[in-house]
């Protein structure tokens, strides 16, 4: 009888230093009620507690916890159906708060995520939830941040992992992407020739004007050349009328020589003739060669000075 009596004693006194001493780890927070009622919170460390009177309310985990969405159907503004999932990031500030402000916090954070991110979704096209996934997530972290607060809740992040059309909106949305590159294909291959014909139109604008500077410079080389081929004839012309006015008839002679050969070399260059018939005599040809021959020679004579014979003779005409 004595031994199960000190056997009870025992077992009261360990559940009373149980009861007594309390060791929260790292990380937690624990709630104490007295008599149900909550009074504080005990902070990670060693602490102690009156048995029976006081007690440990709610643990809470005061690290940062990560919450998943589940996958869920929402309709756009265009009345398109996509499925879309998320992660949360939450963590508890005020573990008083949190234990006693909701029933369930992780229930009902995911509650609150999933409300808001249908009522986002639903208020932009599709496009635009496909697009703005940053604007999504910041527009959803606005909204359950806040709504969380009271409870002793800080949200850091929301992000939604996927966001899934049906397989024919894929489809079609692949058709259209096709389309667009198409059509930028044929844009630019459409500018490239545009390009290309605008530089041969500008390449062929120069080769003509640089064609018609050329005949413009050799228009003028062969003005010029004639020019200077008319004054060759007004003055050789002006000296054999001054020979013929001093009564030297071989120059004469000479000067009508040359156009005879002249005229001669031009009938034999004719393509279009392959004989010619020339009705005249060959004494006349002779006899202008010798009035060149004697022009030479009255010429080499005055150029010997004085001492020669400076008497002219004149020559029979030709004919």
Known sequence: MGQLFALVVVAVVVIVLAKLVRIVPQGYEWTVERFGRYTRTLTPGLHFLVPFIYGIGRRMNMMEQVLDVPSQDVITKDNAVVRVDGVVFYQVLDAAKAAYEVANLEQAALALVMTNIRTVLGSMDLDESLSQRDAINAKLLTVVDEATHPWGVK?????IKDIAPPRDLVDSMARQMKAEREKRANILEAEGQRQAAVLKADGEKQS??????????????????????????????????????????NALNYFVANKYVEALKEMAHSPNQKMVLLPMEATGILGSLSGIAELAKESFAQQQGPSGNTGRRVPPPVG
């Not at 080389?221 to 020019?227: F, G, K, Q, T, Y």
């Open 155 to 159: 949200v850091n992040r929301i992000e």
């Open 208 to 249: 003509a004007i640089l064609q018609a500077e050329g005949k413009k410079e050799a228009a003028f080389r062969e003005a010029e050349a004639r020019i200077r081929l008319a004054e060759a004839e007004a003055q050789a012309t002006k000296m054999v009328s001054e020979a013929i006015a001093n009564g030297n008839v």
